[in-house]
């Protein structure tokens, strides 16, 4: 296991139809910023992208792909390095326990970001280092409801629940009373290198970026245009299907295989072309 032993977080059950996203200021911070070069070591693992598949280039950093990376490490000790704005918590929970059951050191490197479900993996480092202006955001479970009032009662309860597994992983790691980390849940937080290390969140800072590892602009240029603006909608409050739509109806952007056909058929390609422009004309 983990030098610090850390427990196995419990992970709840999705719910049918669950549709997550990431916290909006998280992922313009991400979105807007530079991006990085990922490392030729073969024990470290760079995480640079959003929590699940991401619809636009369908990568992303899941579990599975995690799982894989740690097979090939073998038991040896791994560097994982963090920029990512978080997403679905189902997937960072279990990134979070594959990193807790390694049989060897794990370091964790918080390049710029690491928020919502990318804190949750964050805390599975036995050393957890921040790189100077780098953040670490945390926050109660974002997730999408439809339904009646009574769907939305049971919903709290399961959101309630959800919040409590994360919290448990920051307690476990962090040791600080839970009413401050409910506290800080709520909040919302966004924490600077030295509050992290002072509210236990991590555990030193970094100078340098770690070696083979390089701030880049050579992200595909389509692709940063899509999440800038995607970007841009999420603090406008639209939500991330919302998005994806009317990015999709600007032209040149592959839809999600999961967007409704009769949906754009019926005609609301348009109505969300009309309301991107009008949101980026605030």
Not at 27 to 55: C, K, L, M, N
Not at 70 to 75: M, V, W
Not at 208 to 224: C, H, K, Q
Request: proline share 3%; aromatic share 6%.
């Amino acid at each position: 296991m983990s030098l610090r032993n850390l427990p196995q977080a419990r992970c709840p059950q999705r719910p049918q139809n669950f549709q997550w996203d990431a916290p909006s200021d998280a992922f313009a911070r991400w979105a807007e910023g530079p991006q990085a070069a990922t490392s030729d070591d073969a024990t470290t693992i760079s995480i640079y992208d959003v929590i699940g598949t991401d619809w636009w280039t369908g990568e992303g950093v899941t579990s599975k792909r995690i799982a894989a990376a740690l097979r090939s490490i073998g038991e040896r000790d791994v560097t994982v390095n963090i920029n990512s704005p978080g997403g679905d918590m189902f997937e960072g929970i279990a990134i979070y326990n594959l990193l807790a059951a390694h049989k060897a050191k794990v370091t964790v490197n918080v390049i710029s970001l690491a928020a919502s479900a990318a804190s949750i993996i964050a805390m599975a480092g036995d050393t957890i280092n921040m790189g100077v202006g780098s953040f670490m955001m945390i926050h109660n479970a974002w997730g999408v409801v439809v339904g009646n009032q009574n769907d939305f009662r049971d919903a709290a309860d399961v959101f309630a629940g959800f919040d409590g597994a994360l919290a448990d992983i920051y307690e476990a790691r962090t040791g600080i009373k839970r009413g401050e980390i409910v506290s800080l849940m709520d909040a919302e937080t966004f924490m600077g290198a030295e509050d992290a290390i002072r509210r236990g969140f991590a555990d030193s800072t970094m100078a340098d970026e770690p070696a083979g590892e390089t701030a880049t602009n050579s992200i595909d240029r389509n692709l940063l245009a899509r999440r800038t603006t995607e970007a841009a909608l999420a603090r406008a409050g639209f939500s991330r299907g919302d998005r994806q739509q009317m990015i999709a109806a600007l032209g040149g952007a592959q839809r999600d295989a999961s967007t409704s056909p009769a949906a754009r058929d019926a005609g609301n390609h348009l109505t969300g072309l009309r309301a991107l422009i009008a949101t980026l004309q605030i």
